[in-house]
């Protein structure tokens, strides 16, 4: 199988991360039947994947019984970056989370919101990876060290990013078998989010249109886009490593 988990990449040893792919998803607070749905498709796959966790939940022991699942950490420091300075700092964001999922090794922060000056923060908390950069379909992503020695892996394809391209149409997405491929010199990181998933979300239009309903699963499984979406792609991705 060519899915992998972060902490198997090693940037000095190519076959760890070379034609391998890293199959991640963002809580993004997510209530537990959304999460529940995510899953199940990967358990149903049996396919290696993150979890990016931003909240406790009883889902996380579910995900913790399968060795097929690794879990991070998603802090979201964006408050801090609209002056909300009443708020803890980045490292207490950090710790509280990382009392949640003591086990995590990974991080990826929400909106991918990052600093230098928090390396050093990271790796007191005992993380050794990061997601922390978008690279949306460049096809020879490699991971690299940041100084202090983290482990950098950025991101191949973000749900979010496709949909927000499909919005412009000036612009244009790779193809779905570009998307699937492996390339055999570089590693492909992809990024859903549990919501996009149960939606199926076909356009950034569509999901923000429903966004009053996604505390509750009857009213997200009727909001289900019957379009191609993202979880056609998520499936596809998954099918290709069949």
């Known amino acids: ?3 992998i988990h972060f902490t198997d990449i090693d940037p000095s040893v190519p076959s760890t991360w070379q034609g391998k792919k890293v199959l991640s998803f963002d809580f993004d607070w997510a209530i ?3 999460l529940e749905d995510t899953l ?3 358990q149903q796959a049996e396919v290696k994947a993150t979890m990016f966790v931003t909240h406790q939940t009883p889902v996380l022991e579910k995900m913790r019984e399968s060795s097929l699942i690794s879990m991070g950490l998603h802090p979201n420091f964006n408050p801090l970056l609209r002056g909300q300075t009443s708020l803890a700092s980045p490292a207490s964001i950090m710790s509280d989370l990382k009392e949640i999922v003591p086990e995590a090794k990974v991080l990826r922060s929400h909106s991918m919101t990052h600093s230098g000056l928090w390396l050093n923060s990271y790796k ?3 993380i050794s990876h990061l997601s922390q950069y978008y690279m949306g379909a460049v096809k020879s992503i490699q991971p690299f060290k940041h100084v202090n020695g983290l482990v950098e892996v950025p ?3 973000a749900d979010d990013g496709y949909l927000v391209v499909n919005n412009h ?8 078998e570009e998307i699937t491929s492996i390339s055999t010199k570089a590693v492909k990181v992809y990024n859903f989010h549990p919501i996009h998933i149960a939606l199926n979300s076909s356009s950034f239009t569509a999901y923000e249109s429903t966004k009053s309903s996604h505390r509750e699963w ?3 499984m009727g909001n289900r886009s019957s379009s191609f979406g993202v979880r056609d792609i998520l499936k596809r991705i998954i099918q290709e490593q069949k």
């Open 124 to 126: 007191e908390l005992g």
């Open 1 to 3: 199988m060519s899915f």
């Open 155 to 157: 991101v191949y394809f």
């Open 40 to 42: 199940a498709l990967i």
């Open 32 to 34: 537990d039947e959304i």
């Open 218 to 220: 009857d009213s997200i």
């Open 169 to 176: 149409q000036e612009w244009s997405n790779p193809s779905l």
